[in-house]
């Protein structure tokens, strides 16, 4: 669910659930890696499947998108996936107990879409599951940043796309703002290039630098083919640790 102007509900009717030609042989970039790799990754998981991204913060707090949350009234249809590469088995399985979203997060603008979620039960810590600092300062464009999610990652002749079952991970360079279009001001962290980017389903996922989260992917193109837009933890770390002391 990562398309450009979130119309991602739209987008995720439209796939197809039956099977598809073969691919067009343009994968959109990474490989598979293991969560010890990326053990703050979490799947954020709607009526029993995948749905989005998400990165643990705490024993019992997890950060991901707004747009993960948008029509979906019935917030106990949510669970987390932590501790597995696998996002539809494995590792741990645990309720939402109460979700705060950015009360100024709308889909007619690409801002604040930033998330937090309370779980119904704490996490255990082990090499798999572990939480991820904050950010405080947006890192330098030309930063070596780390991706990982189980979003599309491969485009069909038909338009359609297929979802890997093991945990992917990139990396990508941070884009000077100036570079992206649109402009993107501090709220916002711009990476990726064509082939190497991210996709429908990473939603709420993390992008790391030096082992600190510096942003959440929100959005990019409709097809995939290029930079991804990301928000800003740092700009957000503020808001983000409100809404944890609010939440508990």
């Not at 741990?92 to 997060?105: C, G, M, N, R, Y």
């Not at 990396?171 to 990476?191: N, V, W």
Request: charged share 15%; with cysteine; proline share 5%.
């Amino acid at each position: 669910m990562f398309i450009e102007s979130f119309l991602l509900l739209l987008a995720l009717n439209s796939l197809s659930a039956g099977r598809v030609n073969r691919p067009e042989g343009r994968i959109i970039g990474g490989g598979p890696i293991e969560i010890e790799q990326a053990p703050w990754q979490v799947s954020l998981q709607y009526n029993g499947r995948h749905h989005c991204g998400g990165s643990i913060y705490s024993e019992n707090i997890i950060i991901t998108a707004a747009h993960c949350f948008f029509g979906k009234n019935d917030r106990r249809g949510f669970k987390v996936r932590a501790g597995s590469a696998l996002a539809d088995s494995n590792g741990t399985l645990v309720d939402l107990a109460a979700v705060i979203v950015h009360k100024k997060f709308g889909l007619d603008i690409n801002m604040n879409d930033i998330a937090i979620a309370r779980l119904s039960k704490p996490l255990e810590f082990t090499s798999k599951v572990q939480p991820i600092p904050l950010a405080k300062t947006n890192p330098s464009p030309g930063s070596i940043a780390f991706v990982s999610g189980w979003g599309m990652s491969y485009i069909f002749n038909n338009g359609t796309m297929s979802s890997p079952k093991q945990l992917q991970g990139l990396t990508l360079r941070i884009k000077s703002p100036f570079t992206c279009s649109p402009f993107t001001g501090s709220s916002q962290l711009c990476a990726g290039t064509y082939g190497k980017t991210v996709c429908e389903g990473d939603s709420g996922g993390p992008l790391v630098v030096n082992k600190q989260l510096v942003g959440v992917v929100s959005w990019g193109k409709r097809d995939c083919s290029s930079r991804a837009f990301f928000a800003s933890v740092p700009y957000y770390r503020e808001w983000i640790l409100n809404a944890i002391a609010s939440i508990q």
